[in-house]
Structures are given as C-alpha cells and as structure tokens.
C-alpha cells in the first residue's frame, strides 16, 4: 500500500515562508497535489504536478507558492512565501494510484503574529 507522508510545517508570521515536503513509500507516475483545508472550510486545491513537472495553482497561492518534484526521491515540495494569516490550514499530499486516491495525513501550518 503506497503511503505519503508530509513534513516541514509550522507557525511562521506573516510574509514568511515554509517549505512543506511529502515523500511517497514508492514511485509514483502521475499528478500529484497539495491540498489544504482550514477549520470550518471545505478541503481546497493548492497546487498539483505531473511526472514531467507540469504545474498548476489554485487562484489564492499564484504567484506565492511552488511546487517542485524529485522523482528519484519519490518526492514533491511545496514552497510557500509571502503567507498570509488565510494559508493557516493542514496540507495534504495527495497522488492516485490507479484509481485509488491517496492521501497523507497532513501537516499543520500556521500563520501568525
């Protein structure tokens, strides 16, 4: 069973920035994304990136976030910069495998002064 696993999140102060990580147990071909999902919203999409590194962005983080892909390392990155008190959330990693879809357990991520 392919597991993902998110690391790199924190409590940073507005106009920060963090770098969140996810490493999958295996290889995986295809799109792979960052989610989030605040307290009391629906979970959103971030950004996702294909094997040849593709991207795309969610309107709220364009221009502010990256995604990155290490396929040898079986991992993909998110950079986020200029955060915002709104970018407090828990990101997930997600990646399908098949028709299966699989999600990491999270990191939590807060902005604040």
């Known amino acids: 069973q392919v597991q993902l696993v998110e690391s790199g999140g924190g409590l940073v102060q507005p106009g920060g920035s963090l770098r969140l990580s996810c490493e999958a147990s295996?290889?995986?071909?295809?799109?792979m994304s960052w989610y989030r999902q605040a307290p009391g919203k629906q979970r959103e999409l971030v950004a996702d990136?294909?094997?040849?590194?593709?991207?795309g962005y969610g309107d709220s983080v364009k221009g502010r976030f990256a995604i990155s892909r290490h396929n040898i390392k079986n991992t993909i990155y998110l950079h986020m910069s200029d955060l915002e008190p709104n970018d407090t959330a828990v990101y997930y990693c997600h990646a399908k495998v098949g028709d299966l879809p699989v999600w990491g357990g999270g990191t939590q991520d807060a902005v604040s002064t």
């Open positions: 990136i294909t094997t040849d590194g593709t991207t």
């Open positions: 295996t290889s995986i071909f295809g799109v």
